[in-house]
């Protein structure tokens, strides 16, 4: 079947060239039309399609993906993103500060390049909104897998102080020691929330998802002065943020982390894995 | 990223089911438009892309991207349509007489089966038209890959008489040999092309394509009541078709063929794989 039709669609042909997102499940995942689209709005002939890999067949499976020759990068979602690790040649930055990874593209050399753009997709939506993190004040609950990758992309951003709050006191010190090591001109503090004489206010907690209607921590007036970002995504709006706007604070939405993550993501795929800021 | 985004492409996502066209090399094949369009037709949210697995790399890939849990379907093109036998648990018919396959479908026990569809969209094909197979009498040019899988198809309509001509010798007589066992009813005759007490002329030798203003052999006035076939696909009006209709013939082209072996092979991947007529 090599040749020419006029049953065509435009989005995928011989010459197109593979991404895939890897989870388990994976039926839930945005990224096929999220990087698709974004693939496409920069005119790469490219796809990014679902590959849902059973958790017990993992380590066999992804070297073989590996070799197929017009594969050029990877996604990883839950539960890979530390296995992932061991398929990188080399890893970034916040990839080795981390120790996950979403990303993996391949090489001009053939060498394959991790990297995890979940914190640096919160970054980019700070920037992108116009907000100073260099010498900032930020104040960060909730330290799972999201909190954690923002706290290094955070730290990266050498912020004059990081202050992080968990639940699980043991995260708190890991994340800590974590940050102290890659931002050693950042002042570290383990402690519950506060809002005086912060700059920006993030949450990174699951508190506020879809119909849950709390606020993360017990959250007071908010000075007009600090910006609000909250990771979750649905709902958009989510209780702390439309808190902060009654405050008259600036917000940042998770919807735009996302949006930042995916741009990072392409980027680092359009580079071959190249090095990130 | 597993939020919902309003930048979104309509034909991929979570629940996206995959198939893959396999070849080395890749960028020419027309599967991953004709078979999608095809797919998505029908209703399906299913995509085919291109697979560029490198010759060397073919049983190591395979039998783990088989893994893949939600890809239902493979096509093979060149150099793997043999090989690609060794992947299936069932080989369908046609197959089997042929000992190639270019088509795998998971079925719903999970088990792979096999079919090759090349001959059976000639058949498709000449169906549509309204032709009459059984008991006809066919002359069948070129004996490569398609033409094997031609006669083979042919043969299972029986017809009355199955003439068939190819220079390599040796060629024709294992064809025959196999087209015998497939249909003890069907006169098989090997010997040089002869029009005359014909229904059918099918050409499936690569004389004519392209730039070739060549006719596959000394071709005769035709009588009008010959139904003239050609495989060839570039240009859709071969020399041979040309000379028909400038002879009154009815003609079947290349292209049909290719649509009929598309509607067949997504017909086997929405049965999973089940028996092909």
Chains 1, 2 share one sequence.
């Not at 839930?28 to 990087?35: F, I, L």
């Not at 920037?127 to 993190?133: I, S, T």
Request: aromatic share 4%.
């Amino acid at each position: 079947m090599n040749a020419a039709s006029t049953d065509q669609v435009a989005f995928v042909n011989g010459r197109t060239r593979l991404y895939g997102i890897v989870g388990d499940p994976i039926v839930q995942v945005r990224s096929p039309e999220m990087v698709t689209w974004e693939l496409q709005r920069r005119g790469l002939d490219a796809v990014l399609v679902p590959i849902h890999v059973p958790e017990a067949e993992f380590d066999r499976v992804l070297p073989n993906l590996m070799r197929v020759a017009n594969l050029d990068g990877l996604v990883f979602t839950i539960p890979f993103k530390q296995r992932a690790c061991a398929l990188a040649a080399t890893l970034g930055p916040q990839a080795r500060a981390i120790g996950a990874i979403n990303a993996l593209a391949r090489g001009a050399d053939g060498r394959w390049h991790g990297e995890i753009f979940d914190g640096l997709g919160c970054v980019e939506a700070l920037r992108r909104a116009g907000v100073m993190l260099t010498g900032a004040r930020a104040m960060l609950v909730g330290l799972g897998g999201a909190g954690t990758a923002i706290a290094a992309a955070l730290a990266a951003q050498r912020p004059a102080l990081l202050r992080i709050f968990d639940l699980d006191a043991a995260r708190c010190e890991r994340t800590a020691a974590m940050l102290r090591a890659a931002s050693p001109q950042t002042e570290v503090v383990v402690g519950a929330p506060v809002v005086d004489g912060m700059d920006l206010l993030l949450n990174a907690t699951p508190v506020g998802m879809l119909d849950d209607a709390r606020l993360p921590f017990e959250v007071p007036r908010l000075p007009a002065s600090l910006v609000v970002f909250d990771a979750i995504v649905m709902p958009e709006r989510t209780p702390l943020l439309a808190h902060a706007e009654a405050c008259g604070c600036r917000t940042v939405r998770g919807r735009e982390m996302m949006r930042g993550q995916i741009s990072r993501i392409v980027d680092f795929f359009e580079a071959g894995g190249a090095a990130t800021a």
